[in-house]
């Protein structure tokens, strides 16, 4: 994985990631409200204290500016791994 990987501000490239059925599990995880400050580093470090490791990790980035769009979205090696993440960190409000 390689700091800076981003996707440009375009339909395509949310769409892939998009859930077809919110109740379909799925390894890609979309992480929301980050500030514009995060970087990679930040979310690995939540992750590692989890003992997670992901298999990828993408910041959206707007395409004409690449400013920040304060989501990213994270891949896992595993089913199991995304599912964990959700169990360990989703708080109800």
Do not use: C
């Not at 379909?24 to 590692?48: Q, V, W, Y």
């Not at 920040?68 to 199991?80: D, H, K």
């Amino acid at each position: 994985m390689e700091e800076g990987q981003y996707f440009e501000d375009d339909e395509d490239s949310y769409d892939q990631y998009r859930w077809r059925d919110e109740e379909t599990p799925n390894s890609t995880i979309m992480l929301r409200g980050l500030s514009p400050e995060t970087h990679e580093h930040d979310i690995m470090g939540i992750l590692a204290r989890h003992q997670l490791n992901p298999k990828d990790i993408r910041f959206l980035r707007h395409k004409d500016t690449g400013a920040p769009r304060g989501f990213a979205f994270v891949e896992f090696s595993s089913l199991e791994d995304s599912m964990r993440w959700m169990r360990e960190t989703q708080v109800l409000s």
